[in-house]
């Protein structure tokens, strides 16, 4: 007998079970999504974002969020994620923003001098203020975390209650990204005499602008 067998040997024999022992079934996922209307979660949305210093601007229409961010990002330098999302509104095509391309060296030079970083979310969580970020050609990850301030711009029907629905909605985020970010308020550190300090690792800015 290995040493290997002679150590599962005495665990089972301490547990009780025999050689032969298998493990039971996991028991089921319990995912609780409660019943909660829109306005209620852009109310939640909005207050939990805002304890943490970020911001919640809607607007009615695609068109209208194009204009806010235009007014937002005047005489600043800023970089656009590839978002689909975001060309509907018309944002991608604004005089001040360049888009984020797919050259990676190009893209994290564009990111370390725009003043701000502009991208859709997959997500948004009510319950925590959360923006869920899947990496992807056409969301890079450096466009929201290397800028000092983060745009983000997302129609309100993607807005979730809480973790629970996301992941009754997405219960394996690996199958379809690499990674999944889960960004809730500006960036924050109190590491150093446990000082808060926000921007260290990311944004010290965030507004998020819910569209309809």
Same mark, same amino acid.
């Given at each position: 007998?290995?040493?290997?067998?002679?150590?599962?040997q005495?665990?089972?024999?301490?547990?009780?079970?025999?050689?032969?022992?298998?493990?039971p079934?996991?028991?089921?996922?319990?995912?609780?999504?409660?019943?909660?209307?829109?306005?209620?979660?852009?109310?939640?949305m909005?207050?939990?974002?805002?304890?943490?210093?970020?911001?919640?601007v809607?607007v009615?229409?695609?068109?209208?969020?194009?204009h806010?961010?235009?007014?937002?990002?005047?005489?600043r330098?800023?970089?656009?994620?590839?978002?689909?999302?975001?060309?509907?509104?018309? +944002?991608?095509?604004? /005089?001040a923003? &360049?888009?984020g391309?797919?050259?990676? @060296?190009?893209?994290?030079? %564009?990111?370390?001098? =725009?003043?701000?970083?502009?991208?859709?979310?997959?997500?948004?969580?009510?319950?925590?203020?959360?923006?869920?970020?899947?990496?992807?050609?056409?969301?890079?990850?450096?466009?929201?975390?290397?800028?000092?301030?983060? +745009?983000?711009?997302l /129609?309100?029907? &993607?807005?979730?209650?809480?973790?629970? @629905?996301?992941?009754?909605? %997405?219960?394996?985020? =690996?199958?379809?990204?690499?990674?999944?970010?889960?960004?809730?308020?500006p960036?924050r550190?109190a590491?150093?005499?446990?000082?808060?300090?926000?921007?260290?690792?990311?944004?010290?800015?965030?507004?998020?602008?819910?569209?309809g």
């Open positions: 007998m290995t040493p290997r067998e002679r150590i599962l005495r665990v089972r024999s301490a547990l009780g079970h025999g050689a032969g022992y298998t493990l079934p996991p028991p089921p996922v319990r995912l609780r999504v409660p019943e909660v209307s829109l306005e209620t979660r852009i109310a939640s909005t207050a939990r974002l805002e304890a943490l210093a970020g911001r919640v809607r009615e229409s695609p068109e209208a969020a194009g806010w961010v235009g007014q937002a990002i005047e005489n330098t800023a970089i656009v994620s590839n978002a689909p999302y975001l060309e509907a509104c018309g +944002i991608t095509s604004l /005089p923003v &360049r888009s391309i797919d050259k990676r @060296e190009s893209l994290r030079a %564009l990111t370390a001098t =725009a003043d701000v970083g502009i991208t859709s979310a997959d997500y948004a969580l009510a319950d925590t203020g959360t923006l869920v970020m899947l990496s992807s050609p056409q969301e890079a990850r450096v466009i929201s975390l290397l800028p000092p301030t983060h +745009i983000a711009v /129609p309100c029907s &993607r807005l979730l209650t809480g973790l629970d @629905e996301l992941f009754s909605v %997405l219960p394996e985020p =690996a199958s379809v990204s690499s990674s999944m970010v889960l960004i809730t308020g960036s550190t590491d150093i005499e446990q000082i808060l300090v926000r921007g260290v690792h990311g944004p010290g800015q965030i507004t998020v602008v819910l569209v």
